[in-house]
């Protein structure tokens, strides 16, 4: 429960909405909102790299073109027709998409939570997903990035512009079950307003090989990443995923999320040395 109230403020925050933290929270689970003025301080020291300012290389790289696929429904039964094809369907790349979990019983906990988490809401959810192919420029060559776009089938067709957010994801790669998961949970419970996920990549992985049990790709990848001078090539892929999806005209440029876990958080802290000020969470 603690995730959905984190959600609910992560969108008021993007919405500009005045956020009371209790207000989220059961009494019976208050008490461990203390912790949080204790822990306070550690933030207001930022090591010196949050301070830096974005390189005019990756400023000037960026290619806003992007290729959709066909928007498809999202939801459990939509990935997989029948349990005994979860491990042949999610697993393993295919002509149709690529590796969403590293094995059959990782693929079983996060279909089993999201179908508990859609059985427990009182509103039906309807998603729609594709994937998004979009491009940032790497010492000199084009590097295609592989994400997927998340909403709800009627976000398109909305009077009023819907949030956009970035999902920033762990070594596993963009195509991660438990990502599009989220999202889902994320466009569904985001109350009247509408929101767009974006399951960005860092990693220019297109079948899911960061699933692979041979990390050498992936390590030699994490390194680019993080060790570049300035860590340009991160920023530019960062900045190619914020102007992706600025880029929907149906989508508020200037009022975006992100979210990262584990490798992820690392763009997340690229986010937050340029102070965007259209990245409000």
Request: with cysteine.
């Amino acid at each position: 429960m603690m995730r959905f109230y984190a959600f609910s403020i992560f969108l008021s925050l993007i919405q500009e909405q005045s956020v009371n933290i209790e207000a989220f929270v059961p009494h019976g689970e208050r008490a461990s909102w203390k912790s949080v003025e204790k822990k306070k301080a550690k933030f207001n020291k930022l090591p010196t790299y949050f301070v830096s300012e974005l390189s005019t290389t990756a400023e000037s790289s960026i290619s806003p073109s992007m290729e959709l696929s066909d928007w498809a429904d999202l939801n459990p039964e939509s990935l997989v027709s029948a349990p005994c094809l979860i491990e042949q369907t999610l697993c393993q790349p295919s002509e149709e998409q690529p590796q969403m979990a590293k094995d059959l019983d990782y693929a079983r906990a996060v279909m089993d939570a999201w179908k508990q988490e859609e059985l427990d809401d009182e509103n039906v959810w309807e998603t729609v997903w594709c994937h998004c192919t979009y491009s940032t420029q790497d010492d000199n060559q084009v590097t295609p990035l592989y994400g997927h776009l998340i909403q709800k089938p009627s976000t398109i067709e909305s009077e009023k512009k819907a949030c956009g957010v970035i999902f920033f994801h762990t070594g596993a790669g963009p195509h991660d079950l438990f990502l599009l998961y989220k999202a889902a949970s994320l466009v569904n419970r985001g109350g009247d307003q509408d929101t767009v996920v974006l399951v960005a990549d860092i990693l220019s992985d297109e079948t899911g090989w960061a699933w692979g049990a041979d990390r050498t790709l992936y390590n030699q990848q994490r390194k680019k990443l993080l060790e570049a001078p300035g860590r340009s090539t991160l920023q530019k892929r960062v900045q190619a995923a914020i102007q992706t999806l600025q880029a929907l005209e149906y989508v508020d440029s200037d009022r975006l999320g992100v979210m990262g876990w584990c490798l992820g958080g690392h763009p997340v802290m690229e986010v937050a040395k340029v102070e965007n000020p259209a990245v409000r969470a």
